[in-house]
């Protein structure tokens, strides 16, 4: 955050994005963008404050006016110029910007407010930046990278294996992900295994089936600028469609990335870039809620991965300036 600016008298622009980390980091593209419109004004980001850390990163934000999901919103927010809605169109996330007594908004249409139609079929990075290129402010889908931060990566080089998700439907099986991680550690990988502290368990089982020390398991020890660091200095990411996905597209870190639910189309990595999307897309029941894995994701076998694998490293030696581009597909079950 630009903490060296102090707000004063200026003018405030208050973003609502009160959601989690791929949330936020899909968000860049349009928080840059309000930034180069809104040069002169304290931006405020309404949003989970423990996200703060990489708020700072993208180097838009002023403020973080922590929130949890879309409460209302406390006197310093009160009176903006500007509230934006960056979280959705519906009622609740508009009372909440309405209830600041704006002097502009600028959303999508809602009760009560006028604004473009809110479109289904489109990957979230564009969705925002075409909501403001609506309101005359240029905003590019790519402009997603973020500052490194100046904290030790405490593994150089690793293989990011990470198997958590926010619900099970995004989440591949345990015995696969720690199939691939033996697999990689075999091709000389140092594979290590990520996750938030309530995923720790999760973590040393795959770690265990995998034949992975426990110093691997990074679960719980790492906080999220300590996980921010080890993704950007990785060697390569897998993961499912979560937060740590999008750090590796912040970064241009290689990452395999698996999809169940929500296709690699809405959520998933910008067209140019060192990334693989899989998904099995004919098999999606589509419920980001559901218990249990996908069977998009659960079509995604463990041959697949390493072949996307072996895909990045081709790639990436044939483009040593990591400038090339990958298709987002499924590759055929091996």
Same mark, same amino acid.
């Given at each position: 955050m630009r903490t060296e600016r102090r707000n004063g008298s200026r003018p405030k622009v208050v973003v609502l994005r009160a959601l989690k980390l791929g949330d936020l980091l899909i968000a860049v593209p349009a928080l840059r963008a309000l930034r180069r419109a809104f040069p002169d004004h304290w931006i405020q980001l309404a949003t989970s404050g423990w996200l703060a850390p990489v708020v700072?990163?993208?180097?838009?934000?002023?403020?973080?006016?922590?929130? &949890?999901?879309?409460a209302p919103l406390g006197p310093a927010a009160q009176r903006p110029a500007v509230a934006? /809605?960056?979280?959705g169109a519906g009622p609740r996330s508009t009372e909440v910007l309405a209830a600041l007594r704006p002097r502009r908004r600028i959303g999508h249409r809602a009760a009560g407010w006028d604004g473009p139609e809110w479109e289904d079929d489109l990957h979230e990075r564009v969705r925002w930046c075409r909501l403001l290129q609506t309101y005359g402010i240029p905003a590019d889908p790519a402009d997603l990278g973020i500052r490194r931060l100046e904290v030790a990566n405490p593994v150089p080089g690793a293989t990011v294996v990470h198997p958590g998700a926010a619900h099970g439907s995004r989440r591949w099986p345990v015995d696969r992900c720690a199939a691939v991680a033996r697999r990689l550690a075999a091709r000389g990988h140092h594979v290590v295994v990520t996750g938030a502290e309530s995923e720790a368990g999760l973590a040393g089982q795959l770690a265990r089936q995998a034949g992975l020390p426990a110093d691997r398991v990074l679960a719980g020890r790492t906080g999220l600028a300590e996980l921010?660091?080890?993704?950007? #200095?990785? &060697?390569l990411v897998v993961s499912a469609d979560t937060g740590v996905a999008h750090l590796s597209y912040?970064? &241009?870190?290689?990452?395999?990335?698996?999809? #169940?639910?929500?296709?690699?189309?809405s959520?998933?990595?910008?067209?140019?870039?060192?990334?693989?999307?899989?998904s099995d897309d004919r098999a999606r029941r589509g419920d980001p809620f559901a218990a249990d894995p996908d069977p998009?994701?659960? #079509?995604?076998?463990? /041959?697949?991965?390493?072949a996307a694998v072996d895909r990045l490293s081709t790639f990436r030696s044939q483009s040593p300036g990591g400038h090339y581009q990958l298709d987002v597909t499924k590759i055929p079950p091996l």
């Amino acid at each position: 955050m630009r903490t060296e600016r102090r707000n004063g008298s200026r003018p405030k622009v208050v973003v609502l994005r009160a959601l989690k980390l791929g949330d936020l980091l899909i968000a860049v593209p349009a928080l840059r963008a309000l930034r180069r419109a809104f040069p002169d004004h304290w931006i405020q980001l309404a949003t989970s404050g423990w996200l703060a850390p990489v708020v700072a990163l993208a180097e838009a934000v002023d403020q973080v006016l922590p929130t &949890r999901g879309l409460a209302p919103l406390g006197p310093a927010a009160q009176r903006p110029a500007v509230a934006v /809605n960056l979280h959705g169109a519906g009622p609740r996330s508009t009372e909440v910007l309405a209830a600041l007594r704006p002097r502009r908004r600028i959303g999508h249409r809602a009760a009560g407010w006028d604004g473009p139609e809110w479109e289904d079929d489109l990957h979230e990075r564009v969705r925002w930046c075409r909501l403001l290129q609506t309101y005359g402010i240029p905003a590019d889908p790519a402009d997603l990278g973020i500052r490194r931060l100046e904290v030790a990566n405490p593994v150089p080089g690793a293989t990011v294996v990470h198997p958590g998700a926010a619900h099970g439907s995004r989440r591949w099986p345990v015995d696969r992900c720690a199939a691939v991680a033996r697999r990689l550690a075999a091709r000389g990988h140092h594979v290590v295994v990520t996750g938030a502290e309530s995923e720790a368990g999760l973590a040393g089982q795959l770690a265990r089936q995998a034949g992975l020390p426990a110093d691997r398991v990074l679960a719980g020890r790492t906080g999220l600028a300590e996980l921010a660091a080890v993704v950007a #200095g990785a &060697r390569l990411v897998v993961s499912a469609d979560t937060g740590v996905a999008h750090l590796s597209y912040a970064y &241009r870190t290689p990452s395999v990335v698996l999809f #169940g639910p929500v296709p690699a189309r809405s959520w998933g990595p910008p067209e140019a870039g060192p990334h693989v999307a899989l998904s099995d897309d004919r098999a999606r029941r589509g419920d980001p809620f559901a218990a249990d894995p996908d069977p998009a994701l659960l #079509g995604v076998g463990v /041959n697949d991965v390493l072949a996307a694998v072996d895909r990045l490293s081709t790639f990436r030696s044939q483009s040593p300036g990591g400038h090339y581009q990958l298709d987002v597909t499924k590759i055929p079950p091996l």
